[in-house]
T-cell receptor
């Protein structure tokens, strides 16, 4: 069965410093992996996705993630945080044959201090 | 091109009342989904419709029913609302493949008193 664990429920960084949001997954197949972002009182927006092509995936707003099969990880990074990055981030997995159903992690709330 | 739209944006119900949440997409997607979001829980799938004319249960279907009215529209009904159904509800759509991005609506914030 597929599952996702986001290792931190809350991460706080200073503006201009690197961001690391950690995600481990479990899947019996070759999964697709996604990071979605949700700003306060908004819907969800796709940041980036991995679908078995390049293992280093670049997304919007300077975010990127690396798929590491040996570690079953898909951590999200950004070199320099901006105040507008403050939001909740969800790591998501989907398996072949799942009819596109997504399994969400519980989310990591990112705070950015000036 | 509005994407995925949901109505209403906010709703307050009393225990035992019924209501229907509406969702529509204009991207000609095959699959549509209903999720609920509770603090610290991420999003959990309530029901989905892989294609027009089909619906299936997700992780948390109890207390809900759905209707795929046509390819564009997918509604979620609470027949007898309970306080445990206080949540934010999101509708989403995609082509139905595991590699597809799901596109989300803006959400409906429901409070059951």
């Amino acid at each position: 069965a597929q599952s996702v664990t986001q290792l931190d429920s809350h991460v706080s960084v200073s503006e201009g410093t690197p961001v690391l949001l950690r995600c481990n997954y479990s899947s019996s197949y070759s999964p697709s992996l996604f990071w979605y972002v949700q700003h306060p009182n908004k819907g969800l927006q796709l940041l980036l996705k991995y679908t078995s092509a390049a293992t280093l995936v670049k997304g919007i707003n300077g975010f990127e993630a690396e798929f590491k099969k040996s570690e079953t990880s898909f951590h999200l990074t950004k070199p320099s945080a901006h105040m507008s990055d403050a939001a909740e981030y969800f790591c998501v997995v989907s398996e072949p044959g799942s009819q596109g159903n997504l399994i969400f992690g519980k989310g990591t709330k990112l705070s950015v201090k000036p | 091109n509005a994407g995925v739209t949901q109505t209403p944006k906010f709703q307050v119900l009393k225990t035992g009342q019924s209501m229907t949440l509406q969702c529509a997409q204009d991207m000609n997607h095959n699959s549509m989904y209903w999720y609920r979001q509770d603090p610290g829980m991420g999003l959990r799938l309530i029901y989905y419709s892989a294609s027009e004319g089909t619906t299936d249960k997700g992780e948390v279907p109890n207390g809900y029913n759905v209707s795929r009215l046509n390819k564009r529209e997918f509604s979620l009904r609470l027949e007898s609302a309970a306080p445990s159904q206080t949540s934010v509800y999101f509708c989403a759509s995609n082509w139905g493949f595991h590699t597809d991005t799901q596109y989300f609506g803006p959400g409906t914030r429901l409070t059951v008193l």
